[in-house]
């Protein structure tokens, strides 16, 4: 934005401010536009925590060791696949502003599904056969491209969409509900993995906790979700 458009936004707000009141945690709820923005905002934190990122962060070493690669080689394999998330994390400085938020959100969950179905085809793979180096070597790739799209999509985009969905009256109760989205969904994550896995075995437990949330938070945020970037206090139709 130019130095001016940025001073007419910070007037506009201030004038908002004086002419309405906060809006509080539950009176959000109540109004149809505060109600839809807040939802689409929760759904976007919901795919983000559901897309795989935190098994992939956790799990990425046993992954690659019961695929055949030794324990040191699958740490040094870990390390390089910070290094690209932190890379990739840089470069999304500059991806973010080149395109619109709704097409770099959709595109990188689209990427993260389709990651996510590659992953869980290589684990049941893995059970069913005998590994190889090809499973390794493959599941390397898919991890990369993961952390890559997830690193420029929603893993910066769900920290700021909610702030830019909102106009400056709701914005501090709706980021709050994306919070406690955020915790609440990690938790029921990090306690129903291991159960899962124990029931259905890894390729079953990824799949169903991480394919069934993404492809559903996608379509919802298809049909739903405006153009947030370079509007004025959320002034847009919902």
């Known amino acids: 934005m130019e130095a001016s458009e940025v001073l007419e936004e910070i007037k506009a707000e201030n004038d908002l401010m004086e002419k309405s009141s906060k809006i509080g945690l539950f009176e959000i709820w109540k109004d149809y536009e505060t109600r839809q923005r807040t939802i689409i905002a929760v759904i976007v934190m919901f795919a983000t925590v559901f897309s795989g990122v935190a098994a992939i962060n956790a799990f990425a070493v046993d992954i690659l060791e019961s695929a055949g690669l030794s324990s040191l080689i699958s740490s040094y394999i870990n390390v390089g696949l910070c290094f690209i998330a932190f890379i990739a994390s840089c470069a999304s400085i500059f991806i973010i502003d080149k395109f619109s938020r709704r097409f770099l959100l959709l595109f990188t ?13 290589l684990l049941f793979i893995h059970q069913k056969f005998s590994s190889s180096n090809i499973i390794s070597y493959l599941l390397i790739i898919f991890f990369s491209t993961f952390l890559t799209l ?38 029921l994550l990090v306690a129903g993995f291991f159960p899962l896995k124990t029931i259905l075995n890894s390729a079953g437990a990824y799949s169903l906790l991480f394919l069934f949330p993404v492809a559903f938070s996608t379509l919802y945020l298809y049909f739903f979700l405006p153009e947030t970037k370079n509007v004025l206090n959320g002034t847009y139709a919902m």
Do not use: K, Y
């Open 109 to 121: 969950l689209i990427g993260l599904f389709a990651c996510n179905i590659g992953i869980g085809i």
């Open 150 to 187: 997830f690193s420029i999509g929603p893993g910066p985009l769900s920290f700021f969409i909610t702030a830019e969905l909102n106009d400056i009256n709701s914005r501090s109760s709706a980021q709050s509900w994306t919070s406690v989205t955020s915790m609440s969904t990690r938790t």
